[in-house]
């Protein structure tokens, strides 16, 4: 799935995001609470019409990534793989309220990078790339 993402606003403790995947459907999401592991989540459907005429309001850059869901272990990862500028950069995710073991992760993995900041889609739109 290709997504394209753009962020109206962004604070430390709440953001609002447009989302359109695959130039078919778009949502909005509002997020709330500091950038750890738990935060509130309101997302809606929005028209695409609506989703494209609000990318005139992105603060920072229009991330634009494909997706792609890995089994693995009875988990599914979030692969995102960046393009344009964040080209390059590929940021693995898994949600789940589940302590997994480390030797219960994919061998595929990179560096750990939950809680830094800087590899926060928010960061990525406002700042572009971390530094390794």
Known sequence: ???????????????????????REATVTFKFGDHGRHREEFEYSVPIADAEEMRAFAIGRVIAKSRHHVPWRGYVYEVDVFEGDLDGLVVVELETADEVAESDLPPW????VTGESAYYNASLALYGKPRP
Do not use: C, H, N
């Open 1 to 23: 799935m290709t997504i394209a993402q753009f962020y109206l606003f962004a604070e430390p403790d709440r953001s609002a995001r447009v989302r359109i995947r695959d130039g």
């Open 109 to 112: 993995l990179g560096r750990e």
